[in-house]
C-alpha cells in the first residue's frame, strides 16, 4: 500500500502545476524553491498539511510567486486558518488582476476568498476609555500590535487559541485567552480597566516559618475572599450581558446598517444596543476591580499571618480578569 501510494504522488507530481519561474533572485535560491515547491505539493497530496504548509511559506520567502501563494492559501484552508487563506486569495487575486498574466487564477483565488468572508471567524476588541485614554498604551494580539483604528471593529482570526495583552508604561499588564472554536462566530473580548490590571512582578511576602503550607486562613482573609466571590459574580454576570447585547447589535447589522463590517450607518436600534453592551461592560470591569482587589488583599493577609517562624522570601501574586465567548473570568498566577 505504500508503494501504491507513493508511485500515485509520484504521478501527481508529475501533472502538478509549474510554479511560475521569478526574475529575483540567484538561479540556486529559486532551485531551491522549487525544490521545496513541489515537495510540500506531495506532502499535501499525502495528506502532511501543516508540514506541507511550513515548505511552502519557506518556499515563497526565497523566491516568492502567486502560484505558491495560492497552493499556500488551500494549505491554510486545511490547517484552521481561514483568516489567512482569505488574506492570501484576496492578495493573490488582486495581483494577478493588475499583471493580467493568469485570468483563471484570479478567477478561482477570488471566489474562494469571497466564500470564506461569509465565514470568518472575528474577534472584538472592547477598549473602555479609561485604558484607551492611557498615553503609550500597546495592545497585542498574539504579539502582534493592534493600533487604535482596530479597537471595536470586527478583525478576521484564525481558528485556535489567542492571547490579548495590554501594556502601560507604568509597567502594569493584563493579559486574556480567548479560544475560537468555530467558523462565523463573534467573540467579544472586553478590557477591563486599568485598576483591575496586575503589577508585573510584583512581590508578596510570605510568612516566617520554614514550612511550604500556610495553615488555616484568618477570619479576615476569608471575609475578603467573600467579598471578591461577590465581584467576581458581579462581573460574570454583567461580562455575559454585555456579550449577549454586542452579538443582538451584530445580528441587527446585515439588515439595519449601511456597512455592517464596521456597524457605521446603522439605526438607533442598533446604536442603542451597543451603548446597552457598553453598560453592562463597565458593571463587569468594576465587579472585577473589586473582586480582585479583594482578592489580592485577601491572599496578603493569608500569606503574612500563616503561623510560625520563616526565613525571608518573597512570592509573587498576579490578578488577571479574561473575557471570552459568553463568559468573563479572573486568572490568579502566583508562587508562594
Same mark, same amino acid.
Given at each position: 500500500?505504500?508503494?501504491?501510494?507513493?508511485?500515485?504522488?509520484?504521478?501527481?507530481?508529475?501533472?502538478?502545476?509549474?510554479?511560475?519561474? #521569478?526574475?529575483?533572485?540567484?538561479?540556486?535560491?529559486?532551485?531551491?524553491?522549487?525544490?521545496?515547491?513541489?515537495?510540500?505539493?506531495?506532502?499535501?497530496?499525502?495528506? @502532511?498539511?501543516?508540514?506541507?504548509?511550513?515548505?511552502?511559506?519557506?518556499?515563497?520567502?526565497?523566491?516568492?510567486?502567486?502560484?505558491?501563494?495560492?497552493?499556500?492559501?488551500?494549505? @491554510?484552508?486545511?490547517?484552521?486558518?481561514?483568516?489567512?487563506?482569505?488574506?492570501? @486569495?484576496?492578495?493573490?487575486?488582486?495581483?494577478?488582476?493588475?499583471?493580467?498574466?493568469?485570468?483563471?487564477?484570479?478567477?478561482?483565488?477570488?471566489?474562494?476568498?469571497?466564500?470564506?468572508?461569509?465565514?470568518?471567524?472575528?474577534?472584538?476588541?472592547?477598549?473602555? #476609555?479609561?485604558?484607551?485614554?492611557?498615553?503609550?498604551?500597546?495592545?497585542?494580539?498574539?504579539?502582534?500590535?493592534?493600533?487604535?483604528?482596530?479597537?471595536?471593529?470586527?478583525?478576521?482570526?484564525?481558528?485556535?487559541?489567542?492571547?490579548?495583552?495590554?501594556?502601560?508604561?507604568?509597567?502594569?499588564?493584563?493579559?486574556?485567552?480567548?479560544?475560537?472554536?468555530?467558523?462565523?462566530?463573534?467573540?467579544?473580548?472586553?478590557?477591563?480597566?486599568?485598576?483591575?490590571?496586575?503589577?508585573?512582578?510584583?512581590?508578596?511576602?510570605?510568612?516566617?516559618?520554614?514550612?511550604?503550607?500556610?495553615?488555616?486562613?484568618?477570619?479576615?482573609?476569608?471575609?475578603?475572599?467573600?467579598?471578591?466571590?461577590?465581584?467576581? #459574580?458581579?462581573?460574570?454576570?454583567?461580562?455575559?450581558?454585555?456579550?449577549?447585547?454586542?452579538?443582538?447589535?451584530?445580528?441587527?447589522?446585515?439588515?439595519?446598517? #449601511?456597512?455592517?463590517?464596521?456597524?457605521?450607518?446603522?439605526?438607533?436600534?442598533?446604536?442603542?444596543?451597543?451603548?446597552?453592551?457598553?453598560?453592562?461592560?463597565?458593571?463587569?470591569?468594576?465587579?472585577?476591580?473589586?473582586?480582585?482587589?479583594?482578592?489580592?488583599?485577601?491572599?496578603?493577609?493569608?500569606?503574612?499571618?500563616?503561623?510560625?517562624?520563616?526565613?525571608?522570601?518573597?512570592?509573587?501574586?498576579?490578578?488577571?480578569?479574561?473575557?471570552?465567548?459568553?463568559?468573563?473570568?479572573?486568572?490568579?498566577?502566583?508562587?508562594?
Amino acid at each position: 500500500m505504500v508503494r501504491v501510494a507513493r508511485l500515485l504522488v509520484g504521478a501527481a507530481l508529475a501533472v502538478a502545476p509549474a510554479r511560475p519561474a #521569478s526574475a529575483e533572485g540567484p538561479p540556486d535560491v529559486r532551485a531551491a524553491a522549487e525544490k521545496l515547491y513541489q515537495d510540500a505539493y506531495a506532502l499535501a497530496l499525502e495528506g @502532511y498539511h501543516a508540514r506541507a504548509c511550513e515548505m511552502y511559506e519557506e518556499s515563497d520567502r526565497l523566491d516568492p510567486a502567486n502560484g505558491t501563494k495560492l497552493e499556500l492559501a488551500r494549505c @491554510y484552508e486545511k490547517t484552521d486558518r481561514p483568516a489567512s487563506a482569505w488574506a492570501l @486569495y484576496v492578495a493573490v487575486a488582486e495581483a494577478d488582476k493588475v499583471s493580467g498574466k493568469n485570468r483563471a487564477r484570479e478567477a478561482e483565488a477570488r471566489a474562494r476568498a469571497e466564500a470564506l468572508e461569509a465565514e470568518l471567524p472575528k474577534l472584538v476588541l472592547m477598549v473602555p #476609555s479609561s485604558v484607551a485614554d492611557r498615553t503609550g498604551l500597546t495592545i497585542t494580539r498574539d504579539g502582534v500590535p493592534i493600533g487604535e483604528a482596530l479597537w471595536g471593529t470586527p478583525m478576521p482570526v484564525d481558528l485556535g487559541r489567542h492571547t490579548i495583552r495590554a501594556f502601560r508604561p507604568d509597567q502594569q499588564a493584563w493579559e486574556g485567552i480567548v479560544n475560537v472554536s468555530k467558523n462565523g462566530e463573534t467573540i467579544l473580548v472586553a478590557i477591563p480597566a486599568p485598576a483591575a490590571w496586575a503589577p508585573r512582578g510584583r512581590d508578596v511576602p510570605r510568612g516566617q516559618d520554614g514550612r511550604r503550607g500556610m495553615g488555616p486562613p484568618p477570619a479576615v482573609a476569608l471575609a475578603l475572599g467573600g467579598v471578591a466571590l461577590a465581584g467576581f #459574580s458581579v462581573g460574570g454576570a454583567c461580562g455575559g450581558l454585555a456579550f449577549t447585547k454586542w452579538q443582538e447589535a451584530l445580528d441587527m447589522a446585515p439588515r439595519q446598517c #449601511s456597512a455592517p463590517a464596521g456597524l457605521s450607518g446603522c439605526t438607533q436600534a442598533v446604536a442603542d444596543k451597543g451603548a446597552e453592551a457598553s453598560r453592562f461592560a463597565a458593571a463587569s470591569t468594576a465587579g472585577f476591580v473589586v473582586g480582585g482587589a479583594a482578592l489580592a488583599a485577601g491572599a496578603i493577609v493569608w500569606l503574612v499571618s500563616a503561623p510560625g517562624k520563616r526565613p525571608a522570601a518573597s512570592g509573587r501574586l498576579q490578578i488577571l480578569p479574561s473575557a471570552g465567548p459568553g463568559i468573563v473570568g479572573g486568572i490568579v498566577r502566583g508562587e508562594f
